[in-house]
């Protein structure tokens, strides 16, 4: 098994910056992808960004150019920098991996508990 624990989330007024931060613990062989995820209120759970173990990183199109997402994989973290933020980036933010629990095993998709991002008009 393996947990992902969220820190960072918080009230912020609009043009304010916050950053997110996870960790992986448990079982881990390797962790392949790992990102994020944001639902809003009333909303389906929607893509912010996500990296590669190659730090090859992919956004949702409404945070390009605000958010940045970085990984370290000594520490097995990932971090979500959000710049610029607008009362519509409101909502809990879900870390994911897919992570091995061993070399010869499948990958599988574990979720953080989520943090709660308030923004401000």
């Known amino acids: 098994q393996v947990q992902l624990v969220e820190s960072g989330g918080g009230l912020v007024q609009a043009g304010g910056s916050l950053r997110l931060s996870c960790g992986a613990s448990?079982?881990?062989?390797?962790?392949?992808?790992m990102g994020w995820y944001h639902q809003a209120p009333g909303k389906q759970r929607e893509l912010v960004a996500s990296i590669t173990g190659a730090d090859s990183t992919n956004y949702g199109d409404s945070v390009k150019g605000r958010f940045t997402i970085s990984r370290d994989n000594a520490r097995d973290t990932v971090d979500l920098q959000m710049n610029n933020l607008k009362p519509e980036d409101t909502g809990v933010y879900y870390c994911?991996?897919?992570?091995?629990?061993?070399?010869?095993?499948?990958?599988?998709?574990?979720w953080g508990q989520g943090t709660q991002v308030t923004v401000s008009s």
């Open positions: 448990g079982s881990i062989f390797r962790l392949n992808l």
């Open positions: 994911y991996a897919a992570a091995q629990a061993l070399a010869w095993a499948t990958s599988k998709t574990y």
